[in-house]
């Protein structure tokens, strides 16, 4: 009888347990359903989470709705924060840290497949609602952080990532800071990801003027910027092709493989990528500057002589082999990628650009050693040489500059240059009638 009794009791027990997490289920499912919580609406909310994360022996449906609300918590956290002070910047440092967002992730999308599965769309439309609402003050939030912090940044945006995995930009974002941090290990991480998702970026920019400003502004679609032509303040709409990435990304991560002694590895993952896309003349400049980098300088120029080969006029593809020429060290190389680039695009932007970058490059060196000599004859002599030297490099800039401003008239950094270029050079009409324009 007592074996029966308490065989009765543990049975009791357990239907108990069953019942409570019916009822806190119930009571979370009805305060998310508030549109506004109070104070002790959120105290019931974070209570009942509690007591449901401290239960053992949750059915699935049960555990994944329990992850779902409690993954919710920040969220309502920086509600409750941005109705008391909506200009708070630390809300969303507090509530919206990389361990949160990858929560939330979990928590959303888990629910997201459980209700695929089961056929049963109980919050199907409200986290996608959520996510919709949310994603853009996270982004906002890490390209504010990006500005200060590399490392952190590409943390959310590798949260944000996992949060909507539809939007791979932003995990290339994470791949771009995380670089920037010398955080390898994670960058490599994410051109891990990046490759077996296949990405490749490529799109366009929608692009027209406003008139506010006379600056370029880019839309996020076309009929975006349609709205904004027939609201009549914007004109002049253009479209600029957004170039793969891909290339970029095997050229990044077989540099960090080879950084880290991983040579082989560098040298399989961009075979391997050859192999899938044997005409992509950007893995074919990856290519080689790997084997630059490995100091095989024969399988270097082959593949640069492949390369041309197969796009002889292709301006990207000479501009990209006058990037690499340069960080190679072969500056005559370079200047003759970027001329033969312009021969065949007189309008090519980029090419002017470097070409008048290419040929101010020492200057710093030569600034460095000027500033460094004394009054001696042997002195002012080096100095009058290096100062010709100087004029010789900016006058050889000049052209470049002026014909990539009259491209752009609106971009700042060439206007900068260009003024720089002018009065180093004593064009004071030019550098005047430039200078009133900014």
Known sequence: MKVKYLVLASSLMLSAASFAQKDELKTLKKLYGKDQLSADDISSYKANVNKLTAMSGLAESDLIYTNFYKSMLPILELNEAMMKNPNDISAFAKSLTPANINTLATGLNNVLDFEKKSGKAIYTSDIKETIASFKPMMLQYAYTLAASNYKDAAKIFEAVYNLDKSDPNNLYNAS?????????????????????????????????????????DTFASDDERKKAIKMGTHEKPRDEKIPSKRGEIYKNYASILI????????????????????????????????????????????????????????????????????????????????????????????????????????????????????????????????????????????????????????????????????????????????????
């Open 176 to 216: 771009v800071l995380s670089l920037q941090a010398k955080d390898y290990d994670n960058t490599l991480k994410y051109y891990e990801e990046l490759i077996s998702i296949h990405y490749t970026g490529e799109g366009v920019n929608h692009i027209a003027v406003s008139k506010a400003n006379g600056q370029d």
């Open 259 to 438: 950084e880290k002694g991983r040579i082989d590895d560098a040298k399989k993952a961009i075979s391997e990528a050859r192999l899938l896309n044997p005409d992509d003349s950007d893995l074919i400049v990856s290519e080689a500057n790997l084997y630059y980098q490995t100091k095989d300088m024969e399988s270097y120029k082959r593949l640069i002589s492949e390369a041309i080969q197969k796009k002889p006029n292709d301006v990207d593809l000479l501009f990209n082999l006058g990037v690499v020429s340069t960080t190679s060290g072969d500056i005559d190389g370079a200047k003759k990628y970027y001329e033969r680039a312009i021969s065949i695009n007189p309008n090519y932007f980029n090419a002017y650009n470097n070409l008048g970058a290419l040929y101010l490059m020492d200057d710093d060196k030569i600034v460095k050693e000027m500033n460094s000599l004394g009054m001696s004859a042997k002195e002012i002599k080096r100095y009058d040489e290096l100062k010709s030297k100087r004029q010789t490099m900016f006058k050889s800039a000049l052209p470049y500059y002026e014909k990539a401003l009259e491209l752009k008239p609106n971009d700042e950094g060439i206007k900068s240059m260009l003024l720089g270029v002018y009065q180093f050079l004593e064009m004071d009409a030019k550098y005047k009638a430039l200078k009133a324009k900014k």
